[in-house]
């Protein structure tokens, strides 16, 4: 079983940066892809960005260079870093974590941005 615990939400102006942080506990597979995935107030969940193992990013085309994806294998742990944020950044963000036996999701994390 894998868990997922996030962390770095918060509430911070238009403009300013904030990084989120997920990290997975248990039964990892050193072979699987980190995704982050948000949902608006009154919204559906949307992607945002992708990793895989081999360190290949993707982005939507909403947070195309403001947003960075990154991972740590040696601690488990996948990274948004979310710069020039915009009020309609705000959204509960959530990591999931692929493998080849499981998917598995975090808790989520609110991320508020005010004008």
């Known amino acids: 079983q894998v868990q997922l615990g996030e962390s770095g939400g918060g509430l911070v102006q238009a403009g300013g940066s904030l990084r989120l942080s997920c990290a997975a506990s248990g039964s990892t597979s050193s072979i699987n892809t980190w995704g982050w995935y948000r949902q608006p107030p009154g919204k559906q969940r949307e992607w945002v960005a992708g990793?895989?193992?081999?360190?290949?990013?993707n982005y939507a085309d909403s947070v195309k260079g403001r947003f960075t994806i990154s991972r740590d294998n040696a601690k488990n742990t996948c990274y948004l870093q979310m710069n020039s944020l915009k009020p309609e950044d705000t959204a509960v963000y959530y990591c999931k974590h692929t493998s080849a036996v499981r998917t598995d999701w975090g808790q989520g994390t609110q991320v508020t941005v005010s004008a």
């Open positions: 990793i895989g193992s081999g360190g290949f990013t």
